[in-house]
């Protein structure tokens, strides 16, 4: 290798080896990430399909692989993994449709309509939106326990559907924005009323955003941990993430290849559906805000 | 303004109704309605005056009883709770603001009709009027419930955090067994002056900031790195290539937080037993020693964010026009130097404000500090974890230690910092803002 610094610096290659030189150093900088990148998904997927439960004994040679872990989280009835999944699609389903309904409307008033106090409401939501809700967790702890909501499924849904609103408004109001209005305004000459135009005009172009509204508002459950930590105690209560991560917090090395195949589960749908919108993604969250 | 009554009476000569005094409208508007009724707009008034009186004999009572005990915060140990003393309190500010805007807005309404009559305005009938009001109150009816949802699931528990920071409510000052009281700056200064506190408030945020500048520093540099390189248009595959370079970002967060605080384990880790011992003989601490946990949670956290970035870096890389570097060869530029005058001035103008929330997103990044040893490993002579950063903190103090209080002080701190960053962030909505860019 040194040599070969050497003799670049001294210019001793035509124009043409320098550069398949180059190239071939890119290739290896990028094989060192590939392996880097892979090797903690490769070795939890392999941890994931080993019989033996226990990290100290664990082997990653696909010889003895198996799909006990997974089978156990389905069918053993000590195994919460189908509860917590039946609570987070509960939670995930309400959520999406709350908060999608709620998010249009809002971004429909401030895309379409110039009112008093817009701009104010405006700001209040690009202010809103830098603070994630986790920052009052003292507050929404105590709160939570006083009325009675703390250890309850909707006392987390609420708190997601609130906390989502400004950002997901910032998202659809930014797509509505881009739709001419002279669309509006002609049905508003036909007389169209305001909900007629809102619901048979803007709500079908506006499609596109509202699915990765829905689809990202349906998705966010399945991978927060915090929120859930906070608000449920129960196992029963527990949804996926939380539920989890108590594997491998109760008796670390014993649970972790159950840990690892329940999120295998969780991770690759998530993955595919990330990978495959993923210029929707971080375009639109790029001109919304980042992912809290 | 006597040229614009001039000019208005030039325009409505017919109609103008110089007597219609909008100050006169304005004043019988401090009792709600009665502006309206002055402006001829009979059921308008009626209805405001009914919506004002209902809300004012409704609400009177609760909001003096609540901002009293907002004061008091109870005075009755066991009886009273002050917990609910102060969110009585708080949905009382909320409504009197709400009183208050409500009202204001009546007195405004009154004064701009009047102005509109003197000059020459005519209300229309009945049903005119009634599609004119829904036409303006729509709006507000579309943003109301999610308004409100904000109201209470936000800014409700935003506002009950930065009033908790002034009380004493902690572990052996809990309310319904006792009364709070307010302390005033106490608690912050508490944090600034004891020992222990402050030893561990100034190692925590000096450990913060750090950890933002140096984690969300290298993921950038990372990203930007990588994305240079597969923007060569020598290299083959470059779609793969993205793909995985992108996957990191796509694995959910906790996932990978979670293998990777097993990789890194002291005794039992393959990064310890595949790697390290058999390369030097000797394992790592990495969550038994604070800094090879500092070292390691940054590189978790590099291998966690890069992605993302070098995916926006990528797209605007490729925008880039290609006159940029021919002109550049032409004058005999290095690649250094079109770096540095080309590539980097266009990836920082185009991303610099999401870059900004980067950082602000690895200042208040728990689910890293938490799942990976859980702030740990503990340090002697402070209340935190030597990885602890002031939002997991905040986070200890709540549900370990029941200092409520104090963790409400230092969130408070945690939001002015952030505020300062949203400051940042708004001068460059304001610099795009001109509609629509938000």
Same mark, same amino acid.
Do not use: C
């Given at each position: 290798? *040194?040599?070969?610094?050497?003799?670049? %610096?001294?210019? %001793?290659?035509?124009?043409?080896?320098?550069?398949?030189?180059?190239?071939?150093l890119?290739?290896?900088?990028?094989?060192?990430?590939?392996?880097?990148?892979?090797?903690?998904?490769?070795?939890?997927?392999?941890?994931?399909?080993?019989?033996?439960?226990?990290?100290?004994?664990?082997?990653?040679?696909p010889?003895?692989?198996s799909?006990?872990?997974?089978?156990?989280? #389905?069918?053993?009835?000590? *195994?919460?993994?189908?509860?917590?999944?039946?609570?987070?699609?509960?939670?995930? *389903?309400?959520?999406?449709?709350?908060?999608?309904?709620?998010?249009?409307?809002?971004?429909?008033?401030?895309?379409?309509?110039?009112?008093?106090?817009?701009?104010?409401?405006?700001y209040?939501?690009?202010?809103? %939106?830098?603070f994630?809700?986790?920052?009052?967790?003292?507050?929404?702890?105590?709160?939570?326990?006083?009325i009675?909501?703390?250890?309850?499924?909707?006392?987390?849904?609420?708190?997601?559907?609130?906390?989502?609103?400004?950002?997901?408004?910032?998202?659809?109001?930014?797509?509505?924005?881009?739709?001419?209005?002279?669309?509006?305004?002609?049905?508003?000459?036909?007389?169209?009323?305001?909900?007629?135009?809102?619901? %048979?005009?803007?709500?079908?172009?506006?499609?596109?955003?509202?699915?990765?509204?829905?689809?990202?508002? #349906?998705?966010?459950?399945?991978?927060?941990?915090?929120?859930?930590?906070?608000?449920?105690?129960?196992?029963?209560?527990?949804?996926?993430?939380?539920?989890?991560?108590?594997?491998?917090?109760?008796? #670390?090395?014993?649970?972790?290849?159950?840990?690892a195949?329940?999120?295998?589960l969780?991770?690759?749908?998530?993955?595919?559906?990330?990978?495959?919108?993923?210029?929707y993604?971080?375009?639109?969250?790029?001109?919304?805000?980042?992912?809290? | 303004m006597?040229?614009?009554?001039?000019?208005?009476?030039?325009?409505?000569?017919?109609?103008?109704n110089?007597?219609?005094?909008?100050?006169?409208?304005?004043l /019988?508007?401090?009792?709600?309605?009665? =502006?309206?009724?002055?402006?001829?707009?009979?059921?308008?008034?009626?209805?405001?005056?009914?919506?004002?009186?209902?809300?004012?004999?409704?609400?009177?009572?609760?909001?003096?009883?609540? /901002?009293?005990?907002?004061i008091?915060?109870?005075?009755?140990?066991?009886?009273?709770?002050?917990?609910?003393?102060?969110?009585?309190?708080i949905?009382?500010?909320?409504?009197?603001?709400?009183? &208050?805007?409500?009202?204001?807005?009546?007195?405004?309404?009154a004064?701009?009709?009047?102005?509109?009559?003197?000059d &020459?305005?005519?209300?229309?009938?009945?049903?005119?009027?009634?599609?004119?009001?829904?036409?303006?109150?729509f709006?507000?009816?579309? !943003? =109301?419930? =999610?308004?409100?949802?904000?109201?209470?699931?936000?800014?409700?528990?935003?506002?009950?955090?930065?009033?908790?920071?002034?009380?004493?409510?902690?572990?052996?000052?809990?309310?319904?067994?006792?009364?709070?009281?307010?302390?005033?700056?106490?608690?912050?200064?508490?944090?600034?002056?004891?020992?222990?506190?402050?030893?561990?408030?100034?190692?925590?945020?000096?450990?913060?900031?750090?950890?933002?500048?140096?984690?969300?520093t290298?993921?950038?540099? /990372?990203a930007?790195f990588?994305?240079? /390189?597969?923007? $060569?248009?020598?290299?083959k &595959?470059?779609?793969?290539?993205?793909?995985v370079?992108?996957l990191?970002?796509?694995?959910?967060?906790?996932?990978?937080?979670?293998?990777?605080?097993?990789?890194?384990n002291d005794?039992?880790?393959?990064?310890?037993? $595949?790697?390290?011992?058999?390369?030097?003989g000797?394992?790592? +601490?990495?969550?038994?020693?604070?800094?090879?946990s500092?070292i390691?949670?940054?590189?978790?956290?590099?291998?966690?964010?890069? +992605?993302?970035?070098?995916?926006?870096?990528?797209?605007?890389?490729? &925008?880039?026009s290609?006159?940029?570097?021919?002109?550049?060869?032409?004058?005999?530029?290095?690649?250094?130097?079109?770096?540095?005058? !080309?590539?980097?001035?266009?990836?920082?103008?185009?991303?610099?404000?999401?870059?900004?929330?980067?950082?602000?997103f690895?200042?208040?990044?728990?689910?890293?500090?938490?799942?990976?040893?859980?702030?740990?490993?503990?340090?002697?002579?402070?209340?935190?974890?030597?990885?602890?950063?002031?939002?997991s903190?905040?986070?200890?103090?709540?549900?370990?230690?029941?200092?409520?209080?104090?963790?409400?002080?230092?969130?408070?701190?945690l939001?002015?910092?952030?505020?300062?960053?949203?400051?940042?962030q708004?001068?460059?909505?304001?610099?795009?803002?001109?509609?629509?860019?938000?």
């Amino acid at each position: 290798m *040194s040599k070969l610094f050497e003799r670049m %610096q001294k210019k %001793q290659f035509t124009r043409k080896q320098r550069s398949k030189i180059e190239v071939g150093l890119i290739y290896l900088i990028i094989a060192i990430m590939f392996v880097i990148i892979f090797y903690p998904l490769f070795w939890a997927f392999a941890i994931s399909m080993n019989t033996s439960s226990n990290l100290y004994t664990a082997s990653l040679s696909p010889e003895n692989w198996s799909l006990d872990n997974y089978i156990w989280l #389905f069918t053993n009835p000590r *195994s919460d993994y189908l509860l917590w999944y039946r609570n987070t699609l509960f939670v995930s *389903s309400v959520v999406t449709v709350v908060t999608t309904l709620l998010v249009s409307f809002t971004a429909y008033a401030f895309s379409r309509y110039r009112f008093r106090g817009r701009t104010y409401g405006l700001y209040a939501f690009l202010l809103l %939106q830098m603070f994630p809700v986790l920052m009052a967790m003292v507050a929404l702890f105590i709160l939570l326990n006083t009325i009675g909501l703390l250890d309850n499924l909707w006392g987390l849904i609420l708190i997601y559907i609130g906390g989502g609103i400004p950002m997901n408004s910032f998202l659809v109001k930014g797509y509505l924005d881009t739709l001419p209005k002279s669309l509006d305004e002609s049905a508003k000459m036909d007389g169209a009323g305001h909900f007629r135009i809102f619901f %048979q005009i803007l709500l079908p172009l506006a499609k596109p955003i509202l699915s990765v509204v829905a689809l990202f508002n #349906f998705m966010a459950p399945f991978m927060d941990f915090i929120l859930p930590r906070i608000v449920l105690r129960s196992p029963e209560n527990f949804t996926l993430a939380l539920g989890l991560y108590n594997f491998v917090n109760a008796q #670390f090395s014993n649970n972790f290849s159950r840990f690892a195949a329940g999120a295998v589960l969780i991770a690759i749908p998530i993955a595919s559906v990330y990978l495959v919108l993923q210029k929707y993604l971080i375009s639109g969250l790029a001109s919304g805000a980042t992912k809290g | 303004m006597p040229t614009d009554e001039n000019k208005n009476k030039f325009e409505h000569p017919v109609n103008a109704n110089l007597d219609h005094s909008p100050k006169k409208a304005m004043l /019988l508007s401090l009792i709600p309605g009665m =502006g309206q009724i002055y402006n001829k707009r009979l059921i308008k008034g009626i209805i405001i005056f009914v919506l004002f009186a209902a809300f004012t004999v409704m609400m009177v009572e609760f909001i003096a009883s609540g /901002l009293q005990g907002l004061i008091t915060l109870g005075t009755e140990p066991r009886i009273d709770d002050s917990r609910v003393f102060l969110i009585e309190g708080i949905l009382a500010i909320i409504f009197t603001v709400f009183y &208050g805007v409500f009202y204001y807005f009546n007195i405004q309404d009154a004064k701009i009709e009047a102005r509109r009559i003197r000059d &020459g305005w005519r209300a229309g009938t009945v049903m005119e009027n009634f599609r004119n009001a829904w036409d303006t109150a729509f709006p507000y009816v579309l !943003i =109301g419930p =999610g308004f409100m949802l904000l109201i209470f699931v936000v800014i409700l528990p935003l506002l009950f955090m930065a009033f908790l920071a002034f009380t004493n409510y902690n572990l052996y000052n809990a309310p319904p067994r006792n009364i709070l009281q307010w302390v005033g700056f106490d608690n912050f200064v508490r944090l600034v002056t004891i020992g222990e506190w402050r030893t561990t408030f100034f190692s925590v945020l000096s450990w913060t900031l750090t950890w933002t500048f140096v984690a969300t520093t290298l993921s950038i540099a /990372l990203a930007m790195f990588l994305a240079i /390189l597969t923007n $060569d248009k020598r290299l083959k &595959g470059t779609r793969i290539i993205r793909t995985v370079l992108i996957l990191p970002w796509a694995v959910p967060g906790f996932v990978t937080i979670i293998i990777f605080s097993a990789l890194f384990n002291d005794n039992f880790g393959a990064i310890n037993t $595949d790697i390290i011992m058999p390369l030097f003989g000797t394992s790592i +601490p990495w969550m038994s020693s604070v800094m090879w946990s500092r070292i390691a949670i940054i590189m978790i956290q590099v291998w966690l964010g890069f +992605p993302y970035v070098y995916a926006l870096f990528s797209g605007v890389l490729k &925008g880039i026009s290609d006159d940029w570097y021919e002109a550049a060869d032409m004058d005999g530029a290095t690649k250094w130097q079109k770096f540095i005058n !080309i590539t980097f001035p266009h990836l920082m103008f185009a991303t610099g404000p999401i870059l900004l929330t980067q950082y602000t997103f690895n200042f208040n990044n728990f689910n890293i500090i938490y799942l990976f040893n859980e702030g740990g490993p503990a340090v002697r002579g402070q209340s935190a974890g030597g990885t602890d950063i002031l939002i997991s903190w905040v986070y200890n103090l709540t549900f370990t230690n029941s200092q409520y209080s104090m963790a409400a002080a230092i969130s408070l701190i945690l939001g002015l910092i952030v505020a300062t960053f949203a400051f940042f962030q708004f001068r460059r909505s304001r610099s795009f803002k001109d509609e629509g860019n938000f």
